[in-house]
T-cell receptor, first 114, second 114 residues
Framework: NAGVTQTPKFRILKIGQSMTLQCTQD?????MYWYRQDPGMGLKLIYY???????DKGEVPNGYNVSRSTTEDFPLRLELAAPSQTSVYFC?????????????FGPGTRLTVT | AQKITQTQPGMFVQEKEAVTLDCTYD???????LFWYKQPSSGEMIFLIY??????QNATEGRYSLNFQKARKSANLVISASQLGDSAMYFC???????????FGPGTRLSVLP
């Protein structure tokens, strides 16, 4: 099992460019999440999904879009990148909505917008 | 209002000594889960320990234990016999009821001194 994988590991974008951060999990988890972590801070939820075809906004969704066409994949789209989106992005998945189930995290994507 | 508070931005501990990292939380749910994650300098998020709101015993996982005081809404992480490899950021997180997301605290940076 690879767990949760993310690509790319690093990316530099110019202001106004767009990109898609890829996230795949092979654990057959229904619940998937995107977080951002700004320097020296905790994680903030951008979007989440409770299953294929179902997504919803988290705490900081502005400037991002997601889709969930399969159980395995949950890509995050950045449109019109801004310097404020410079951050580390983590994808995570969870087996259940039961509070006892942890989230499994991917290794992160470090994004710089200049 | 902050749901997860970690009041220690940074902590130092001597190798082989025990250290307590503080976490207080705020929720009106009766059912919730509390988690601790470790983030070393390499950036990945590593799950350490879980405590359920209905668990009567404090959780333990090897050198990690969770000092759960429900009435005080605190869930402190205790690391015994600190090792140099314990130097990292530590995040407390909560999942409320059957909520969709985790809420993370701002983290505590632990430095273990030789």
């Amino acid at each position: 099992n690879a767990g949760v994988t993310q690509t790319p590991k690093f990316r530099i974008l110019k202001i106004g460019q767009s990109m898609t951060l890829q996230c795949t999990q092979d654990m057959n988890h229904n619940y998937m999440y995107w977080y951002r972590q700004d320097p020296g801070m905790g994680l903030k939820l951008i979007y989440y999904s409770v299953g294929a075809g179902i997504t919803d906004k988290g705490e900081v969704p502005n400037g991002y879009n997601v889709s969930r066409s399969t159980t395995e994949d949950f890509p995050l789209r950045l449109e019109l990148a801004a310097p404020s989106q410079t951050s580390v992005y983590f994808c995570a998945s969870s087996y259940s909505r039961d509070p006892s189930y942890e989230q499994y995290f991917g290794p992160g994507t470090r994004l710089t917008v200049t | 209002a902050q749901k997860i508070t970690q009041t220690q931005p940074g902590m130092f501990v001597q190798e082989k000594e025990a250290v307590t990292l503080d976490c207080t939380y705020d929720t009106s749910d009766q059912s919730y889960g509390l988690f601790w994650y470790k983030q070393p300098s390499s950036g990945e998020m590593i799950f350490l320990i879980y405590q359920g709101s209905y668990d009567e015993q404090n959780a333990t996982e090897g050198r990690y234990s969770l000092n759960f005081q429900k009435a005080r809404k605190s869930a402190n992480l205790v690391i015994s016999a600190s090792q140099l490899g314990d130097s990292a950021m530590y995040f407390c997180a909560m999942r409320e009821g059957y909520g969709q997301n985790f809420v993370f605290g701002p983290g505590t940076r632990l430095s273990v001194l030789p």
